[in-house]
Structures are given as structure tokens and as C-alpha cells.
């Protein structure tokens, strides 16, 4: 089966750094993405890991440890706007014809206050 | 690169009433297109996986008789609900795969449908 696990919701201070982690047990790994979702709006894309380690985008890095499954997005310098829903999602199930399945996980709603 | 658009954003319609929403890769050939649906608070759950010229796999739970899928084109996807009830009122999402990065899944913008 397939489990992924992150906070409901987190508040955080503008300016401020905060990271939201995610736990997974899946069947098959094919990399972890993260997603940010404004209400009423789809998802997109923040960053992609495959390989262990940290993998830096401007404000925002990605970390993974696949051997104890988990992984945790840390967003730098909060600004009002980073208010959202953050998904962690994870590239586990091989669906035919060279694609890949995502599973997602329930989201960690983020408020960022002054 | 890498657009997907969708259409209608929102609708409203009566229960008992057949609704489509499609699902477009603007720039790219999507080889598979999936659909999710989203309910408030809720993340996405896959309902479907198609594949350009072949049947969907439909998830779990999910009434292939009720949400019919067609990827007739390697651009274009569609999604009808058919006799739609209130409680198949969501957001529903597709995403696309394929192009110069064909592991990567790029979403459309969604559809509000609201069933009365």
C-alpha cells in the first residue's frame, strides 16, 4: 500500500524559515516531488529528489533520505504570498507505456503571518 | 513549455445531467493524461491513467460506467461525467506526461463543478 504522511497544518512569521516534513512507505520509489497549491488553483511544481541529499531552488530546498523515508521542503525568507497548501507527493507505481503515478499526501497548509 | 489547459474552470449543472471537462496539451504530446479529483480540504486522489488510443485504468472506487474517460488525440483528453448527483460536486484536475521530460507530470488549471 501506499502512506504518506505530513502536518496538517503549520503558522510561520514573514521572513522567517520553516520546513515541512514528509514521511512515505509505498510500494516501489521512483522519487519524491513537492507541489504548492493555492485554494481553488492546481498544484505546481516546487522541486523534485530522486538521489539522497538536499537540493536547493532559491528560497526553496528539498531534502530525501530514502532509507528512512522521508523527505522535507524548507522555505527561506517567508513572504506572505508562500501562504498555501504544500503536497508531498511520491513517484512510486509504473501505470504502462512510460508512465509514472503520483501519490499524493493530504497536504500541509501553511499560514504565514506578519 | 509544458501547458495544459482545461475547460470549462467552472460549472454548474442539474442533477441527472452529463457534464464534460477537457483537457489539453498545448504544447507538448502528452503519451498518458491523468485525472484527479480533489475535495475541499482533501488532497488529490488519481481517479484515472489513459493512455493515447487505449482504454483508461481506473483507480479503486472509481465508476468507469460513471466518469468516462477518451484520450483520443496524444493533445486531448476528456472527462464526462455522466448523470451527475451533488455529492459528485469537486475539483477535478488533469495532468499531463510526455514532451522533452516525460516523467514529469504537469497540471492543468482544474474544474469546478458544482452539481445541484
Known amino acids: 500500500g501506499q502512506n504518506i504522511d505530513q502536518p496538517t497544518e503549520m503558522t510561520a512569521t514573514e521572513g522567517a524559515i520553516v520546513q515541512i516534513n514528509c514521511t512515505y512507505q509505498t510500494s516501489g520509489f521512483n522519487g519524491l516531488f513537492w507541489y504548492q497549491q493555492h485554494a481553488g488553483e492546481a498544484p505546481t511544481f516546487l522541486s523534485y529528489?530522486?538521489?539522497?541529499g538536499l537540493e536547493e531552488k532559491g528560497r526553496f530546498s528539498s531534502f530525501l533520505s530514502r532509507s528512512k523515508g522521508y523527505s522535507y521542503l524548507l522555505l527561506k525568507e517567508l513572504q506572505m504570498k508562500d501562504s498555501a497548501s504544500y503536497l508531498c507527493a511520491v513517484r512510486a507505481a509504473y501505470s504502462g507505456a512510460g508512465s509514472y503515478q503520483l501519490t499524493f499526501g493530504k497536504g500541509t497548509k501553511l499560514s504565514v503571518i506578519p | 513549455g509544458a501547458v495544459v489547459s482545461q475547460h470549462p474552470s467552472r460549472v454548474i449543472c442539474k442533477s441527472g445531467t452529463s457534464v464534460k471537462i477537457e483537457c489539453r496539451s498545448l504544447d507538448f504530446q502528452a503519451t498518458t493524461m491523468f485525472w484527479y479529483r480533489q475535495f475541499p480540504k482533501q488532497s488529490l486522489m488519481l481517479m484515472a491513467t489513459?493512455?493515447?488510443?487505449?482504454?483508461?485504468?481506473?483507480e479503486q472506487g472509481v465508476e468507469k460506467d460513471k466518469f468516462l474517460i477518451n484520450h483520443a488525440s496524444l493533445t486531448l483528453s476528456t472527462l464526462t461525467v455522466t448523470s451527475a448527483h451533488p455529492e459528485d460536486s469537486s475539483f477535478y484536475i488533469c495532468s499531463a506526461q510526455g514532451g522533452d521530460r516525460p516523467y514529469e507530470q504537469y497540471f492543468g488549471p482544474g474544474t469546478r463543478l458544482t452539481v445541484t
Open positions: 489513459s493512455n493515447e488510443g487505449s482504454k483508461a485504468t481506473y
Open positions: 529528489n530522486v538521489l539522497d
